[in-house]
């Protein structure tokens, strides 16, 4: 077998577009760190949009694939695997909330875009849904595992979510009452984004800890994950014609862990890229609309989330249901829970109307949902239902909110 083609089956990508990629992200740096020293022009913000989007995209990809293979050799069921890898997935969007509290003290757009990432998942659940639906010529069974294993996240981030909404209105007319200070002064406090986040992890920790959940890998599972590894079906042509999957074993422990390093490096320089661009083509000061703040947290939202969860519409339509549906269910409760949640401890996050309109808007979702679970089906009527509420959400934003004055 050829350099080439050994190549792109152990990273699933060409050697000319990693070759053409690493020059790119070299030729990127060198403009901005030697050439232009922050000065950026308008087609050198275009450039690192496109070296950013990939950098979310294909590091996130890596350290799934990572993550799948370390999680078979320490033993976790598939089901846990898949956990991981989803945790994998939303790493960019993350990693740019992080970026924009540490250097630019900007919290409000760090919180937005997280959100906001949690409302394009929404958007690509309906989505795959629908394409779901229509390739099946009907409905679709809801997969076991979101049934059965995912029901009590679901059901305990409703009521979580829908506290915390409570809460931020019962600041807002404590506020209202007193009449001496503004809106702005309505923040979500630790302990809550604590609870959110210790949610999250407790149930992550549960679904390791239970036997049942966690049993060992059996051969089907292995073989499942290792096809997942090594998708490409076609034969590949050695001395006689062998299929992908015999002609490649699993992954190596060093290469596992060649795969996460690349993973998760790739991920931080993506989310940093991303979020110099944005700033240089809308600059974070202090003076800003809140419709530059918005606009400038559904750019990031939509450049972390939509590369790597638009795999769940792929998924969808090769009849993966379980893989495009709980990844993008899992992209939902990882940012509303368990991102909202640390952000919540680690700054101070003011309760904009936007912020608990999403949350309203993430609660009612994982609600209908919920409901599907009763009839054990989905159908193409509600994934146009999931979609249109979260295109509601996103109208009031620009339509209301984004008028709706910060001080």
């Known amino acids: 077998m050829s350099f080439v083609i050994k190549f792109k089956k152990t990273f ?32 050198l ?3 690192g ?42 790493l960019p969007e993350a990693v740019i909330a992080i970026l924009l509290i540490v250097n630019y003290n900007d919290t409000l ?43 009590p996240i679901i059901r305990w981030a409703i009521v979580a979510l829908a506290m915390a909404v409570i809460f931020g209105f019962s600041q807002y007319f404590h506020i209202l009452e007193i009449g001496t200070e503004s ?48 998708p490409a079906k076609e034969e590949v042509e050695t001395e006689g014609k062998t299929s992908g999957h015999e002609a490649h074993g699993d992954l190596s422990i060093p290469m596992t862990l060649i795969f996460l390093v690349l993973g998760f490096v790739g991920i931080f320089f993506g989310g940093h ?11 974070i000061t202090q003076d800003r609309t809140n419709s530059e703040i918005i606009i400038t947290a559904l750019i990031l939202g939509a ?62 979702v994982l609600w209908f949902v919920k409901r599907c679970f009763q009839d054990g089906k989905f159908d193409t009527f509600e994934g146009i239902m999931i979609i249109l509420l979260q295109i509601i959400v996103f109208i009031i934003l620009f339509e209301d909110i984004a008028l709706f004055p910060l001080g």
Do not use: C
Request: aromatic fraction near 10%; hydrophobic fraction near 55%.
């Open 273 to 283: 890229i991303l979020t110099e661009s944005v700033q240089q083509l809308i600059p």
């Open 109 to 151: 757009t760090a919180i937005v875009t997280v959100l906001s990432a949690a409302g394009f998942n929404t958007l690509i659940l309906g989505i795959a849904i629908i394409v779901s639906t229509i390739k099946k010529k009907g409905s679709i069974s809801v997969p076991e595992d979101l049934k059965e294993k995912e029901a």
């Open 303 to 364: 450049s972390g989330a939509v590369p790597e969860h638009g795999i769940a519409i792929i998924s969808a339509a090769k009849d993966e249901i379980e893989v495009g549906i709980g990844n993008a269910m899992g992209g939902i409760l990882q940012s509303s829970l368990l991102v909202f949640g640390i952000l919540g401890m680690i700054t101070i996050v003011p309760l904009h109307p936007f912020i608990l309109l999403q949350l309203s808007a993430i609660a009612g």
């Open 45 to 47: 913000i275009i450039f």
């Open 183 to 230: 809106l702005s002064t309505a923040v979500l406090t630790v302990p809550v984004g604590a609870m959110l986040a210790g949610s999250y992890l407790f149930y992550l920790i549960y679904i390791v800890v239970v036997k049942e959940n966690n049993k060992k890998m059996s051969i089907k599972d292995k073989e499942d994950i290792e096809q997942t590894l090594n």
């Open 49 to 90: 949009f496109i070296v950013g989007i990939w950098l979310a995209f294909r590091p996130s990809e890596w350290a799934v694939i990572g993550l799948n293979s370390g999680a078979k050799y320490v033993g976790l069921s598939e089901y846990v695997a898949g956990i991981l890898s989803s945790l994998a997935s939303n």
């Open 12 to 43: 699933h990508i060409t050697f000319w577009e990693a070759l053409i990629a690493l020059i790119a992200i070299a030729t990127f740096f060198i403009l901005e760190y030697v050439v232009f020293h922050g000065g950026w022009s308008m087609w």
